[in-house]
């Protein structure tokens, strides 16, 4: 079973950037299909970005040219590159490891934008 770890979230003003990453262990992450989702106060949570095992990736349309995600199998670490962040991005941001068609969490990172 795969444990994951994210980091990387703070306070940032509007406009500003932060990657975030999520490092995993206890399975060949390779293998996994890797997924950034976010959940803001009062709402559900969305799945922000996706990146295959094979590196196809996809995008929720309101962060699309903003964010990037990518992986590093070497490191066992996906990232997410987010750039002109808005208030309306505030949340605690949770990586996600998926594989035929099970599904592993982190405890999430908090990313608030605000001036």
């Known amino acids: 079973q795969v444990q994951l770890v994210e980091s990387g979230g703070g306070l940032v003003q509007p406009g500003g950037s932060l990657r975030l990453s999520c490092t995993a262990s206890?399975?060949?992450?390779?293998?996994?299909?890797m997924g950034w989702y976010r959940q803001a106060p009062g709402k559900q949570r969305e799945l922000v970005a996706a990146i295959t095992s094979r590196g196809s990736t996809n995008y929720a349309d309101s962060v699309k040219g903003r964010f990037t995600i990518s992986r590093d199998n070497a490191k066992n670490t996906v990232y997410l590159q987010m750039n002109i962040l808005k208030p309306e991005d505030t949340a605690v941001y949770y990586c996600n490891a998926e594989r035929l068609g099970m599904g592993h969490w982190g405890k999430g990172t908090l990313v608030t934008v605000s001036s």
């Open positions: 206890g399975s060949i992450f390779s293998i996994y299909n």
